[in-house]
C-alpha cells in the first residue's frame, strides 16, 4: 500500500477487513507512525529504496494512493518487476458489484457528482457520493446495499491513471483543459487519464459526453457503450427554448433553478443525462434542480457589504475554472494566486473587460501581476487579509464584486482550498461586522 492518507487509510481498513496482509508505505512515516499503529499495520519509509525493494519483492500488488505521481520512485522500482499496480477504484470494482456512476472532467465533477446523487435520492433510491470525496471508494464499498443500493464516483485524473478493473454503468467526461501538469507531465498523459472513465464499459452502458467535445476526440476510445450528449442548446439534454430538456422531456424552467449561468446549466444538464439513465423520473430530476443552491468554495456568494457582493470561489484552481466562474459578473475585483499547477495563467486575459482591478497573492503573485500589468489596477498582498482589505480598497464605488477565484493551488498558504476559502468567509465575516459596528 502507497500512501497512508485518507484514501490510502481507507484501503488499508478494507484490505485487512478481507482478511489481506498489507503493509504501507509513506514518505512521511514519522508522521503518520500513530494512524499506522491506530490500524495495526506495519510501517516502511517511501523515502528508503532498499526497504521499499524488499517490501515490494514480497508483495502480490499494490496499490497507489492518488497523490502518488508518476516520477515518484515507487513506481520505478514496481515498473522492474512484474507487480500489479491498482488503484483504489479498482479495489472497489473487484469488490462490489452495485450500480455506479462516474463522473470526470477539469471542471464541475464535484458539483455533478452531488447533483447526481440528490437526484437519485429525490427518487427514492440511497446514494454514496464517493471517489475524490469525503468518502474514498474503498470505504464506501463497505457500506451495506441496505443503505446504499447505487454509488456516484467522482474520478479525478490522479484515480484515473492507473485504473485496470474499474468500469462503470454511466459515465461521463465533462469538459477539458489543462490542470495538474505538474503531476503528469504533460496535457496528453492528463487527458489520457481522464479518458480511461470509459475503460470496460459494455454495449449496455451509456458514456455521457458534451455535445462541443472536440478538444477531447484526439483521446476518446471506442466506444462501446451508448453515446449520451449534453449542452448548452444541443444534445441529447440540452437547454430548448426556456426549459431545460432531457430527450425531448422539459425536466425544469430555466428561471426557476438558483443557478443558471451557462456552466451551471452545463452543470445541470450533464447530471440531468446521468441521472435519467440510471431511471430517475424527470419530475425527481426537476426537484433536485429546483432546490440546489450550489456548493462551498464554488462561486459561493458570502455576503454584501457597503454595495460590494463577496464570493467565495476558492474552488477554482485553474485559470478555466476561474474564466467559469468570474464571466458574466461585471465590475468585479479579482482575488487570484496561489501555487501554479504548471498552467498557463496568461488565460486570465479573457476577464479584463469584466474586472475593476485584481489583488495578486501566493508564490505565483508575480505571474498573476504580469498578466494584467497596464491593462488594470493590480496590487500584491501578503496575507489572505491584506489581500481582502485592499481589494475593498479598488472596489471603494460602493458597488460590484470581490471574487476569490485564484486560479492557482493553495498549497503555499493552506493545506487545501477549503482552508483558503474558510479564511476568505472569516475576514468576510469580520468585515460584516466592522462595517454593523459603525
Not at 435520492?121 to 464506501?140: K, W
Not at 426556456?242 to 424552467?253: K, R
Not at 424527470?282 to 432546490?291: D, H, K, R, T
Request: charged content about 20%.
Amino acid at each position: 500500500m502507497g500512501g497512508l492518507g485518507v484514501t490510502g487509510q481507507a484501503v488499508v481498513r478494507a484490505l485487512k477487513t478481507r482478511g489481506h496482509e498489507v503493509i504501507a508505505i509513506d514518505d512521511r512515516p514519522e508522521l503518520v507512525s500513530a494512524i499506522a499503529t491506530k490500524l495495526e499495520v506495519e510501517l516502511v519509509s517511501g523515502t528508503s529504496e532498499t526497504e521499499v525493494r524488499k517490501v515490494l519483492s514480497d508483495a502480490s500488488s499494490l496499490i497507489l494512493s492518488p497523490g502518488i505521481p508518476e516520477h515518484h520512485p515507487i513506481n520505478r522500482i514496481a515498473g522492474l518487476s512484474d507487480l500489479e499496480i491498482l488503484s483504489e477504484l479498482d479495489l472497489g470494482a473487484q469488490w462490489d458489484e452495485r450500480p455506479r456512476i462516474a463522473i470526470t472532467g477539469t471542471n464541475g465533477k464535484t458539483t455533478v457528482t452531488h447533483l447526481v446523487r440528490e437526484m437519485l435520492c429525490q427518487s427514492g433510491l440511497s446514494a454514496i457520493a464517493t471517489g475524490n470525496s469525503e468518502v474514498p471508494f474503498a470505504d464506501a464499498v463497505q457500506i451495506s446495499p441496505e443503505d446504499c443500493e447505487m454509488f456516484v464516483v467522482e474520478a479525478s485524473s490522479f484515480d484515473l491513471e492507473r485504473v485496470r478493473y474499474f468500469r462503470s454503468d454511466a459515465a461521463a467526461w465533462l469538459n477539458l483543459s489543462p490542470d495538474h501538469l505538474d503531476w503528469h507531465g504533460d496535457f496528453e498523459s492528463y487527458a489520457a487519464a481522464k479518458a480511461k472513465i470509459f475503460q470496460g464499459q459494455r454495449a449496455s452502458d451509456f458514456a455521457v459526453l458534451p455535445v462541443e467535445g472536440d478538444s477531447m476526440a484526439p483521446w476518446l476510445p471506442q466506444l462501446e457503450a451508448q453515446l449520451v450528449t449534453f449542452g448548452l442548446s444541443e444534445g441529447d439534454v440540452c437547454c430548448a427554448g426556456d426549459h431545460l430538456v432531457a430527450h425531448g422531456e422539459q425536466i425544469i424552467a430555466i428561471s426557476d433553478l438558483p443557478l443558471s449561468r451557462p456552466h451551471d446549466l452545463l452543470n445541470a444538464a450533464a447530471a440531468s443525462a446521468l441521472a435519467k439513465l440510471m431511471g430517475v423520473s424527470g419530475q425527481a430530476i426537476g426537484e433536485a434542480l429546483s432546490e440546489f443552491e450550489g456548493l462551498g468554495h464554488r462561486m459561493e456568494y458570502l455576503k454584501t457589504i457597503g454595495g460590494i457582493r463577496f464570493f467565495n470561489d476558492s474552488k477554482a484552481t485553474t485559470p478555466h475554472a476561474t474564466i467559469a466562474g468570474v464571466s458574466g459578473l461585471r465590475n468585479s475585483v479579482l482575488i487570484a494566486g496561489g501555487r501554479n499547477k504548471g498552467l498557463d495563467l496568461t488565460l486570465l486575459e479573457t476577464l479584463v473587460p469584466m474586472l475593476d482591478g485584481v489583488v495578486a497573492i501566493g508564490e505565483c503573485a508575480e505571474e498573476v501581476s504580469e498578466v494584467f500589468k497596464g491593462a488594470l489596477e493590480v496590487l500584491r498582498a501578503t496575507s489572505m487579509e491584506e489581500a481582502v482589505r485592499k481589494a475593498r480598497e479598488i472596489a471603494a464605488s460602493g458597488s460590484g464584486n470581490i471574487i476569490l477565484s485564484p486560479a492557482c493551488a493553495s498549497f503555499d498558504w493552506y493545506q487545501n482550498y477549503e482552508q483558503r476559502g474558510d479564511d476568505f468567509r472569516r475576514i468576510v465575516g469580520q468585515m460584516v461586522k466592522e462595517y454593523q459596528a459603525r
